[in-house]
């Protein structure tokens, strides 16, 4: 199993960053993937980005050149750096991460970019 506990979220205006956490409760290099899925109102849960174990990153079109995901293998913490915010990234965010095969998800993490 896998406990996953997301922080970060906040009200920024648009055009401001924030930086999310996302903490495990195993060792980060025992997970084969961490990602970062969001939901906003009325929408279904989507992609944002993810990393895997060997560190390579995926993005999401939408937010490619202003998000980086990055772990800290000492801390088991995996972060999503989010520049350049827009009203449109208003959600919540979720961490998620695949071990043995199987999805263990965190509560999530509400961000709003206020216009």
């Known amino acids: 199993q896998v406990q996953l506990v997301e922080s970060g979220g906040a009200l920024v205006q648009a055009g401001g960053s924030l930086r999310l956490s996302c903490a495990t409760s195993?060792?980060?290099?025992?997970?084969?993937?961490m990602g970062w899925y969001r939901r906003a109102p009325g929408k279904q849960r989507e992609f944002v980005a993810t990393?895997?174990?060997?560190?390579?990153?995926n993005y999401a079109d939408s937010v490619e050149g202003r998000f980086t995901i990055s772990r800290d293998d000492a801390m088991n913490t995996v972060y999503l750096q989010m520049n350049s915010l827009k009203p449109e990234d208003s959600a919540v965010y979720y961490c998620?991460?695949?071990?043995?095969?199987?999805?263990?998800w965190g509560q999530g993490t509400q961000v709003t970019v206020s216009s």
């Open positions: 998620r991460a695949i071990f043995q095969f199987t999805s263990y």
């Open positions: 195993r060792s980060i290099r025992s997970i084969n993937a």
């Open positions: 990393i895997t174990s060997g560190g390579t990153t």
